[in-house]
């Protein structure tokens, strides 16, 4: 694992341990942070430690057409009882990805550095949020990383208040990015959750190829 220090650089992912972790070091910049990104790296760290960054092998992904729409959540979305917003709460959303508490976990790795930083990249409109509203309410949400010029976007968090709010703001992503022909969404690693919406794993080097790294 590669220290790093005030030079732009990451070394090659090839370099990341078994669990993807390749770097520790260096800060939270918009230029780092987008150099990450488009190096296929991210940044994941609890509060109090380090920054560690990160290039899993293999990496989760989902391409758009792949999205699986369980029953309930057809049923939520015909009702058309939320109401959903691009880019206008983006400090509300990250915020609260960081304070919902979620199964297993102990600590948030959204630290206030990492809001600080988002909110950053969110302002340059590299860092963008998709907001579910019920009766006026901020009930669930998601955020992430958009690079158009590759066609990906890098899924950070989501939350959700209500039942199936965060999923819904993962439809709507979703079809917004179809619009777009964007290639696939990074999901970054395998969870159950992410399986059931759809996402595969992939070798690192083929989702870098889509970063044309």
């Known amino acids: 694992m590669y220290l790093l220090n005030e030079s732009l650089s990451f070394p090659s992912v090839t370099e990341s341990t078994e669990d993807g972790l390749l770097a520790m070091g260096g800060d939270l910049s918009t230029a780092r942070l987008l150099l990450a990104y488009r190096s296929g790296i991210?940044?994941?760290?609890?509060?109090?430690?380090?920054?560690?960054?990160?290039?899993?092998?293999?990496?989760?992904?989902?391409?758009?057409?792949?999205?699986?729409?369980?029953?309930?959540?057809?049923?939520?979305?015909?009702?058309?009882?939320?109401?959903i917003?691009?880019?206008?709460?983006?400090?509300?959303?990250?915020?609260?990805?960081?304070?919902?508490?979620?199964?297993?976990?102990?600590?948030?790795?959204?630290?206030?550095?990492?809001?600080?930083?988002?909110?950053?990249?969110?302002?340059?409109?590299?860092?963008?949020?998709?907001?579910?509203?019920y009766e006026g309410v901020l009930v669930g949400g998601l955020y992430g990383i958009d690079l158009p010029e590759f066609g990906v976007f890098c899924g950070e968090s989501m939350f959700s208040?209500?039942?199936?709010?965060?999923?819904?703001?993962?439809?709507?992503?979703?079809?917004?990015?179809?619009?777009?022909?964007?290639?696939?969404?990074?999901c970054q690693v395998y969870t159950q959750h992410l399986a059931r919406l759809g996402a595969v794993e992939m070798p690192r080097a083929h989702f870098l190829a889509y970063l044309n790294c």
Not at 114 to 125: K, P, Q, V
Request: glycine share 2%; hydrophobic share 45%; aromatic share 12%.
């Open 161 to 186: 208040l209500v039942s199936e709010a965060s999923k819904v703001a993962f439809f709507h992503l979703v079809e917004h990015l179809k619009t777009k022909n964007y290639k696939l969404i990074d």
């Open 85 to 133: 917003t691009y880019n206008i709460a983006f400090n509300e959303v990250i915020k609260q990805c960081a304070v919902v508490k979620r199964k297993a976990q102990h600590d948030t790795w959204i630290t206030s550095e990492m809001i600080m930083a988002y909110t950053r990249l969110h302002e340059l409109g590299h860092a963008v949020s998709v907001e579910v509203w």
């Open 42 to 83: 991210f940044p994941w760290y609890e509060d109090g430690s380090p920054i560690l960054w990160w290039s899993p092998d293999p990496r989760m992904v989902l391409f758009p057409n792949d999205l699986r729409v369980s029953k309930s959540l057809r049923k939520v979305l015909k009702r058309k009882k939320f109401s």
